[in-house]
Each structure stands twice: as C-alpha cells, then as structure tokens.
C-alpha cells in the first residue's frame, strides 16, 4: 500500500557534468524521475553545442522528482556535496566552464533554506578552509536535454568517460549510501 497523501517534490542540482548527476541520482530510493537538462541561463531551447560554448549561461543540470515520504531532502543534499567538489568554482574534474557549476536550483522555500543551512555545515566542518561556491537559486525554465544524453551512462558503460568518472561516483554512493539505494522490488 503506498501513502495517498505524498506530494512530489522537484529539485535540480548541478554538480558538473549530467551524464553523472543522473546516473547517481537513479540508485536512490524515492527518486521518482531523474532528467538531465540545462538551467540557469538565458538562450531559449538551448542544445548541448550550444550550452558546451559556455555563453548561454546554462548549467548541466539534473532535475530530481523526489517523494520526501521515502528519501529526505538532506540525504538528497548529501548526496549531491559528496558526488562532485562543491569548492570549485566552474570546474569538475576535467570539465572546465559556467556550464560545469555546483548548483541548486530550488522550488520550494523550504529546499532553499536546508541548502544554505548545509552549506553553513559544510563550511564550517572544513579543515582545508576551502569554502563551498555552490549557487543556490530559485528554479527558472529547465530545459529537458536531447534523448541521447538520457541514461548516458546505463547505455554507454564502456566509454572512456563514463569508466573513469561515472563509474567512480556511482561506486561511491553504492558503498557510502547503500541504505538510501532502491532495492529490487523498487520500481
């Protein structure tokens, strides 16, 4: 018997490239629906080519339907601060430009206020003294990726890319966070 009474609740994070974002996201339990896409900018309908240029302003992304009555929205944050260096500005890695931000794009007051209130955490639990630089914004017009960047990473596992750094995030939310996993009677 499921609750009736659970609402689904949107989040978008940006914490580099997408292809990973999702393929982290997708593991966890209560996650109803996870899509890459671009946020934060201001072309219209932009594409990858456009978004990878850096001038439309656009972060990849990853929009996070979630049902908070089977995975809170802190164990979501940690999630996302431990799968990407939120102490990097416009950079991931590798994957260097506005498009690669640590982001938050909120819908609700109430995932706004937890996310400055982890950052404070974070900030101040940090022995290096590096500061975390993740935006955190009200959500505008999300625009859905193009269909071959959804699943990237289930449908290309042996790309160079997805073995060096999907796969390690993946790993690492798999041991880290194996309570917040579905299991297989999850759909």
Known sequence: MGN?????????FA???????EAVFKMLRGVKSVEPGYTGGTTKNPTYEEVCTGTTGHAEATKIDYDPAEVGLRDLLTVFFATHDPTTLNRQGNDVGTEYRSAIFYTTPEQKVEAEKMIVEID???EEGGKVVTEIAELGEFYPAEAEHRDYFAKNPERAYCQIVVSPKVAKVQKEFAKLLRNSADN
């Open 4 to 12: 009736t009474t659970s609402k689904i609740e949107t989040i978008i």
């Open 124 to 126: 101040a639990s940090s």
């Open 15 to 21: 914490g580099g490239c997408f292809w990973c974002t």
